[in-house]
Every structure is written in structure tokens, then in C-alpha cells.
């Protein structure tokens, strides 16, 4: 190729990068026989991009979709706002609840009454959780009323009658219309002590939330049961309170607390559930360095490549000087192929992060087939399946971020190149 020729292919291409730059580049990046171990090298950064952008895409998305659904599940049984009343008993529940609901973004207000009792069947016994509400509350609660598999809300009515988890039900080896036995250490008081309080109810409906610790652990009772069971006689525990933006509780329980005409207790559910989700971001965080040095190690794989590559060219440089290259088509002919590896890694992982994610239980269940061992346990999760919610947001930064590790592992061998003395570099040719 004549100086002229060089001259003319650089000033043809236009923009930033010539046609030139691009050939040269491209023509670096094919491997030839005995440049088979630079291409090696530029194979593995290639793959630790890939995998290092689609592993940090699927970790977080994940993590989000643990997030979102735990937080669904827990705040769409326990509310966002709990108000009590420390040191009386709350008799005056329904006037209460009548001023807390005039307050603006208070979407729903229930009287309830809890309590841990242990739930006996023929099968077993298991500790649980019993709720005392009324079923026009519990037909509101959306994450039961969507999920109940077996039985109806009129059944709810009667007083002998009880909601329990699928998940309990399993273990306790009941269905629909079985009965089960709670028993609550806090029974009558009797000259030998305090005597447990023993009832039989009848299993009226069965519902799944999809989260294996509520599943298994919550009983619904109507209102008035709960009272005499608990030998609350026309009293609550507490009021739950939803309001229509979760995230400015704050605001929401300063407004309560004017609202109430009587001393009351707010706590929301960034209180009562902070050490959980403060975890949770921890983990989350940390989870997202770790992998991040994945993409790292990847790019000085890139920086390792292309200076080998600038050696073994170092004569095809001086001959490009010497017939009119300039220093920086040089630097951008190296800038374009290393650039080039990371921008094709990003995008690939990117790609195949996204994917995975869009199916990861069809992923989940063919590794259990395949395997024949439980990939995700409800049990230990928490949940009954794995959820992955891919933040747009996030994803284009985990982008952004790639291609600038990507494309500062590359400025170094580029300008190496770029100051390659053509004397030197023919010296000993």
C-alpha cells in the first residue's frame, strides 16, 4: 500500500474513525496461526465480559425481584402501619379506625387481634400465628383473597370456622373441612394456675400467598371468635393500616398520630422490618463489588492482549509511520480493537443476562430435572418461586460501566503503540 494510499484511506473513512483504522483493526483481531495465543487471550476477555456483565445483570435482578416480592408478601399481610394502643385495651377500635381513615392516602383500616398458639391434628402439631379479623377485611386483603384454593369467604362466618395456609395444611394433614385444635398457653386462671385454652375449628378454606413462612405459620379467624378466644371480650390488638405509598409511611404516621384523639403507639413497617431489609441491600451491594471484579479481571485480560499484540506488530507499526500514519490512527487502529472486544462482550452479556432472566424458572426446572436435586427451596427462601425483576435503570448502568472498563483498558497499549519509534522498531528487522 502506497503512502498516498494510506493518506487517502484515512481521510476517506470520515468521523472519528477512518475506514483504514477499522480494516487494520478488524484484520488485527483475526487470528492467524502464529498469533493463535493473543487471540487466545482476547477469547477469554471476551467470554469474562460476556459472563461478568450477564452474571451481575441476573445476581441483581434477582435480588431485586427477592426484594419486591418479600416486600409484597409482607406488607400485604402485616400493613404498613401498625397503631396501638400501650397500657389499655382498645375498645374504642371502630371510632378509631373512622378517624384514622379520613386521613388522606389511608386506603384501609382493619381491627385485628393476634396470637402464637400451637395448631394439633391427628398428623402433628405446629406452632403458628392465629389473626383475628373480620371478613369484610379479609376479603380486601388482596395477597389472600387472590390465593385462596379451596373454600369461600362465607364460610368465614361461622365461628368454629378457620383459614389456614396450603403449606400448614400439608403438614398438618388436613383439608377442607378437616378440624384442627389450637391451644393457647393463656387459658382460664384456676386454683392450679393458668390452664390452656383448648378449641377445635373446622378447616374452611385454604389459601396460598407464596411465601412459605406465611404459608405455614398463619391462621385467620373472624373478629369476634378471636375476641372470646383470647378472652379479649370487645377489644383489639391493633389497628392495620394501609395507605396507597408505602414509601412515605413517615408522613402517613406523623398525620395519624394528629388524627387520634387519644395517646396511641405507630409503628410502620420500615421499623418493624428494618434489620431484614437492611440486610437485604447489604447483600446486595455487596454481591454487586464482587462481581463487578469479574468484568475487571476481563478487561486487564484486554490490556494484557493488546500489548502483546503491539509487540508482535511492532514492525507493521513503523512501516504504517513511514508511509504517512499518523500517531493517532495508530492509537485508534488499537483503540478500535480492543474497544471492540469489550463493546461485543457487553452487549453479548447484556443479551444473555436479560434472557436468562425472562426465563429463569424454565432454567430452574430443567437444572432440577436434569440434576434431580431441589435448586431453590422454599423452605430456606422463603418463597415458592424464584423471582427475577430486571431494573432498566440498572442494567444500563451495569452497560455503561462495562464499556468504560472496557475502554480504558485500552488507552494505555493504544498510546503505547502510538509512541513506537519506527527507527527502533526496523532496527533489528
Same mark, same amino acid.
Given at each position: 500500500?502506497?503512502?498516498?494510499?494510506?493518506?487517502?484511506?484515512?481521510?476517506?473513512?470520515?468521523?472519528?474513525?477512518?475506514?483504514?483504522?477499522?480494516?487494520?483493526?478488524?484484520?488485527?483481531?483475526?487470528?492467524?496461526?502464529?498469533?493463535?495465543?493473543?487471540?487466545?487471550?482476547?477469547?477469554?476477555?471476551?467470554?469474562?465480559?460476556?459472563?461478568?456483565?450477564?452474571?451481575?445483570?441476573?445476581?441483581?435482578?434477582?435480588?431485586?425481584?427477592?426484594?419486591?416480592?418479600?416486600?409484597?408478601?409482607?406488607?400485604?399481610?402485616?400493613?404498613?402501619?401498625?397503631?396501638?394502643?400501650?397500657?389499655?385495651?382498645?375498645?374504642?377500635?371502630?371510632?378509631?379506625?373512622?378517624?384514622?381513615?379520613?386521613?388522606?392516602?389511608?386506603?384501609?383500616?382493619?381491627?385485628?387481634?393476634?396470637?402464637?398458639?400451637?395448631?394439633?391434628?391427628?398428623?402433628?402439631?405446629?406452632?403458628?400465628?392465629?389473626?383475628?379479623?373480620?371478613?369484610?377485611?379479609?376479603?380486601?386483603?388482596?395477597?389472600?383473597?387472590?390465593?385462596?384454593?379451596?373454600?369461600?369467604?362465607?364460610?368465614?362466618?361461622?365461628?368454629?370456622?378457620?383459614?389456614?395456609?396450603?403449606?400448614?395444611?400439608?403438614?398438618?394433614?388436613?383439608?377442607?373441612?378437616?378440624?384442627?385444635?389450637?391451644?393457647?398457653?393463656?387459658?382460664?386462671?384456676?386454683?392450679?394456675?393458668?390452664?390452656?385454652?383448648?378449641?377445635?375449628?373446622?378447616?374452611?378454606?385454604?389459601?396460598?400467598?407464596?411465601?412459605?413462612?406465611?404459608?405455614?405459620?398463619?391462621?385467620?379467624?373472624?373478629?369476634?371468635?378471636?375476641?372470646?378466644?383470647?378472652?379479649?371480650?370487645?377489644?383489639?390488638?391493633?389497628?392495620?393500616? !394501609? #395507605?396507597?405509598?408505602?414509601?412515605?409511611?413517615?408522613?402517613?404516621?406523623?398525620? %395519624? =398520630?394528629? +388524627? /387520634?384523639?387519644?395517646? @396511641?403507639?405507630?409503628?410502620?413497617?420500615?421499623?418493624?422490618?428494618?434489620?431484614?431489609?437492611?440486610?437485604? !441491600? #447489604?447483600?446486595?451491594?455487596?454481591?454487586?463489588?464482587?462481581?463487578?471484579?469479574? %468484568? =475487571?479481571? +476481563? /478487561?486487564?485480560?484486554? @490490556?494484557?492482549?493488546?500489548?502483546?499484540?503491539?509487540?508482535?506488530?511492532?514492525?507493521?507499526?513503523?512501516?504504517?509511520?513511514?508511509?504517512?500514519?499518523?500517531?493517532?490512527?495508530?492509537?485508534?487502529?488499537?483503540?478500535? +480493537?480492543?474497544?471492540?472486544?469489550?463493546?461485543?462482550?457487553?452487549?453479548?452479556?447484556?443479551?444473555?443476562?436479560?434472557?436468562?432472566?425472562?426465563?429463569?424458572?424454565?432454567?430452574?426446572?430443567?437444572?432440577?430435572?436434569?440434576?434431580?436435586?431441589?435448586?431453590?427451596?422454599?423452605?430456606?427462601?422463603?418463597?415458592?418461586?424464584?423471582?427475577?425483576?430486571?431494573?432498566?435503570?440498572?442494567?444500563?448502568?451495569?452497560?455503561?460501566?462495562?464499556?468504560?472498563?472496557?475502554?480504558?483498558?485500552?488507552?494505555?497499549?493504544?498510546?503505547?503503540?502510538?509512541?513506537?519509534?519506527?527507527?527502533?522498531?526496523?532496527?533489528?528487522?
Amino acid at each position: 500500500m502506497a503512502k498516498s494510499d494510506v493518506e487517502s484511506a484515512e481521510v476517506g473513512g470520515g468521523g472519528a474513525f477512518s475506514r483504514f483504522e477499522w480494516m487494520m483493526a478488524l484484520r488485527y483481531l483475526r487470528a492467524r496461526r502464529k498469533e493463535s495465543f493473543i487471540s487466545i487471550i482476547s477469547g477469554f476477555s471476551f467470554l469474562g465480559i460476556t459472563l461478568g456483565v450477564a452474571v451481575l445483570i441476573i445476581v441483581m435482578s434477582v435480588m431485586n425481584g427477592f426484594r419486591a416480592e418479600l416486600l409484597g408478601k409482607i406488607l400485604g399481610i402485616n400493613g404498613h402501619i401498625i397503631v396501638q394502643t400501650p397500657g389499655t385495651a382498645m375498645t374504642d377500635y371502630d371510632r378509631l379506625a373512622d378517624l384514622i381513615v379520613r386521613v388522606p392516602g389511608v386506603e384501609r383500616v382493619a381491627p385485628i387481634i393476634d396470637g402464637q398458639v400451637m395448631a394439633s391434628a391427628p398428623a402433628g402439631t405446629s406452632g403458628v400465628l392465629v389473626r383475628g379479623m373480620r371478613r369484610s377485611d379479609l376479603e380486601t386483603l388482596d395477597v389472600v383473597a387472590d390465593n385462596l384454593q379451596n373454600g369461600s369467604f362465607e364460610a368465614f362466618d361461622a365461628s368454629d370456622s378457620v383459614f389456614i395456609g396450603r403449606r400448614l395444611a400439608e403438614k398438618l394433614n388436613v383439608g377442607l373441612g378437616s378440624r384442627i385444635t389450637l391451644i393457647s398457653p393463656s387459658g382460664p386462671v384456676t386454683p392450679f394456675g393458668t390452664a390452656p385454652r383448648m378449641k377445635a375449628y373446622k378447616v374452611g378454606g385454604i389459601f396460598e400467598i407464596g411465601m412459605s413462612e406465611y404459608d405455614a405459620s398463619f391462621v385467620f379467624m373472624p373478629l369476634e371468635e378471636a375476641q372470646l378466644y383470647f378472652n379479649r371480650p370487645g377489644a383489639v390488638g391493633a389497628l392495620e393500616v !394501609m #395507605v396507597d405509598d408505602p414509601d412515605a409511611v413517615g408522613r402517613q404516621s406523623i398525620a %395519624i =398520630l394528629e +388524627a /387520634a384523639d387519644r395517646p @396511641i403507639r405507630v409503628l410502620d413497617w420500615q421499623q418493624m422490618n428494618s434489620s431484614f431489609f437492611n440486610a437485604l !441491600m #447489604v447483600e446486595r451491594n455487596v454481591m454487586f463489588l464482587i462481581l463487578t471484579l469479574i %468484568i =475487571l479481571v +476481563a /478487561a486487564l485480560n484486554i @490490556i494484557s492482549g493488546l500489548i502483546m499484540l503491539v509487540k508482535d506488530k511492532g514492525r507493521d507499526i513503523a512501516i504504517l509511520r513511514t508511509m504517512g500514519a499518523s500517531p493517532g490512527t495508530i492509537m485508534r487502529v488499537f483503540f478500535i +480493537a480492543g474497544a471492540s472486544i469489550g463493546v461485543t462482550g457487553t452487549l453479548g452479556g447484556t443479551a444473555l443476562g436479560i434472557l436468562f432472566c425472562e426465563n429463569i424458572e424454565t432454567v430452574q426446572h430443567f437444572v432440577e430435572n436434569v440434576t434431580g436435586r431441589t435448586v431453590f427451596n422454599p423452605e430456606i427462601y422463603f418463597l415458592s418461586n424464584l423471582p427475577a425483576e430486571i431494573d432498566v435503570r440498572e442494567t444500563i448502568a451495569v452497560v455503561v460501566m462495562a464499556l468504560v472498563l472496557s475502554f480504558s483498558a485500552t488507552l494505555y497499549p493504544s498510546w503505547r503503540a502510538a509512541r513506537l519509534d519506527p527507527v527502533e522498531a526496523l532496527r533489528y528487522e
